[in-house]
């Protein structure tokens, strides 16, 4: 019989230990899409509470907006002019429409890629997934745009308020019929994902019946979408009658009301919903498995969970004090849980492209070329299941919640060659659009990442300490260097004067000899399997 996932004693009190680089990294993976060299020495330089302080204060100053790249000769958006922004126009068109949401997600890898060293766009995604929406049923761009938006400028702010906004942002309103629910047709579509994905839940013990789930259908009737893609509440559409809901929301009554009033029916609703101390258990449970590790047992319910789900009640469900408690936490940087996340193909792919600093043209100023790269890069996730801002429904991807697998779901005979065939690429050939070109530097990476690249020995171990997350044995370290640097001679000189040489003289063939052996070390090292995790 397989033994289960280990998990750690060590509780939330602040990590007393000796603040490192690899502490750092670890941090830096878990709460932004990869890290540069760059930032890892910085927040090195920081220390733990500021660190977390800095990641967690998010900018009010948003990305621009995605911008028109679709524009030729033989189709037009008619008031969208090429290079200017579609979000505030609103379009019927289907076609239109199509590519906005294709340019939606070319604008989200740059913004990912050139993200801001805070936590907001990993945390963005993260309820992105916790509120799952397909944007092809929710069709309009704007609409998509809008509804991700809502998540990005309240990442870390304030949970209840983020679920009411939801509850009547047009797009999940369109995506889960709330704009067809009716006193004479009620839909429990998103009444039903309210209680069992969006709050409640429905483990550690949650009894929400089906006639809470109707009950709920009823408050929410009459939210419809106006011609200005504006959600506004029509009366005459409303239930009027008292919705009783059962003993596991305290035999709740919310009271019919008529007119305009009835839309303070929702209100209640939300207050209703977090009265019940199950919603910050759950919302911490995706939170722990998010951002640390899937195998929740009940030492870490017991000693992790409940507390941070106390701090998220005894602080109205603001999201960054329960963020700042787990992150500062000893916890959180127990040895085993550093390196035992499988990476997401966005981790995989966003954290490759800002590891080696792949300079893409300027998404605002040079937007055709960009978003034409930044969709191989789509495409590239497309392949490795997971299609950007498109789970495969509102329950978001399986491998942030299908036991007991979880994100072992990421890797499989299918999608871990095409991770090894991404990186391959982005080494050997990279991708081109009008002259400029995406690929890896190999000999900028090594002066980068290495303090003294023409010692085999470091350059090799910063390369592992960059690059992995997992203890690599030292033999492997010693063949590796053998049998690619040193091109299988025995002494350290034969890669130390091909790179010094390389220096002094960078002509074509000395730049050959050390791209050459930098090409297949660094994709040996990313072929592993240590490099899955972070």
């Not at 040895?335 to 998404?363: M, N, T, W």
């Not at 890797?411 to 070109?437: C, Q, V």
Request: with cysteine; charged share 20%; net charge neutral.
């Amino acid at each position: 019989m397989p033994t289960a996932p280990q998990t750690s004693a060590l509780g939330l009190k602040i990590f007393q230990g000796t603040w490192t680089a690899l502490h750092s990294k670890h941090l830096l993976n878990r709460t932004m899409f990869g890290a540069k060299i760059a930032d890892i020495n910085y927040f090195t330089s920081r220390g733990l509470i500021a660190s977390v302080d800095e990641l967690l204060n998010v900018s009010n100053t948003l990305p621009a907006p995605p911008l028109n790249d679709y524009n030729t000769s033989s189709f037009l958006d008619p008031n969208v002019p090429l290079g200017t922004t579609w979000v505030n126009d609103i379009s019927l068109d289907g076609t239109i429409n199509s590519y906005r949401r294709t340019t939606y997600k070319k604008w989200l890898l740059s913004v990912c890629v050139g993200q801001e060293r805070n936590i907001r766009e990993k945390l963005t995604f993260f309820w992105s997934n916790h509120f799952g929406t397909e944007t092809d049923t929710i069709n309009y761009g704007t609409m998509v745009y809008n509804h991700h938006q809502i998540l990005r400028k309240n990442c870390v702010g304030n949970f209840k308020q983020l679920v009411r906004d939801i509850t009547t942002d047009p797009g999940m309103l369109r995506y889960l019929n709330g704009y067809l629910n009716t006193k004479t047709a009620p839909d429990e579509n998103f009444g039903r994902e309210l209680q069992e994905l969006f709050t409640v839940g429905k483990d550690g013990g949650a009894k929400y019946s089906e006639e809470d789930v109707k009950a709920a259908a009823k408050v929410l009737t009459g939210w419809k979408i106006d011609a200005a893609f504006n959600a506004v509440f029509d009366s005459t559409r409303h239930d009027t009658t008292n919705k009783t809901f059962s003993a596991y929301y305290r035999s709740k009554i919310i009271t019919g009301k008529t007119g305009a009033n009835g839309a303070l029916e929702t209100d209640e609703l939300m207050t209703m919903l977090f009265e019940n101390t199950d919603v910050a258990k759950f919302i911490c449970r995706k939170l722990y498995r998010y951002f640390v590790y899937y195998f929740i047992d009940a030492n870490v319910e017991n000693n992790i969970i409940i507390p941070l789900a106390n701090t998220f009640i005894t602080n109205n469900y603001d999201i960054k004090p329960v963020l700042k408690q787990l992150l500062e936490s000893e916890h959180f940087y127990d040895s085993i849980y550093i390196g035992c996340q499988i990476k997401s193909p966005l981790d995989h792919v966003v954290g490759f492209l800002r590891q080696y600093e792949i300079a893409f043209p300027d998404a605002v100023t040079d937007y055709g070329d960009a978003y034409f790269l930044y969709n191989n890069m789509v495409n590239q996730l497309n392949s490795m299941g997971q299609n950007p801002v498109d789970p495969p429904n509102v329950a978001g991807w399986p491998a942030y919640y299908q036991s007991p697998d979880f994100n072992e779901l990421w890797i499989n005979a299918d999608t871990l060659p095409k991770r090894n065939k991404f990186t391959d690429l982005m080494l050997e050939t990279g991708y081109s659009k009008n002259g400029k070109k995406i690929i890896v530097n190999t000999i900028q990476f090594a002066k980068t990442v290495c303090t003294n690249p023409a010692d085999p020995n470091i350059l090799i171990d910063s390369l592992f300490s960059f690059l992995t997350s997992t203890d690599i044995d030292a033999s492997l370290k010693k063949t590796l260097k053998t049998q690619i640097l040193l091109t299988g001679q025995t002494s350290d000189y034969y890669w130390t004067d091909a790179w010094n040489l390389y220096l002094s003289s960078p002509t074509t063939i000395n730049y050959n000899t050390v791209n050459t052996r930098l090409k297949a070390l660094l994709k040996y090292i990313m072929n592993l399997p240590d490099y899955q995790l972070q």
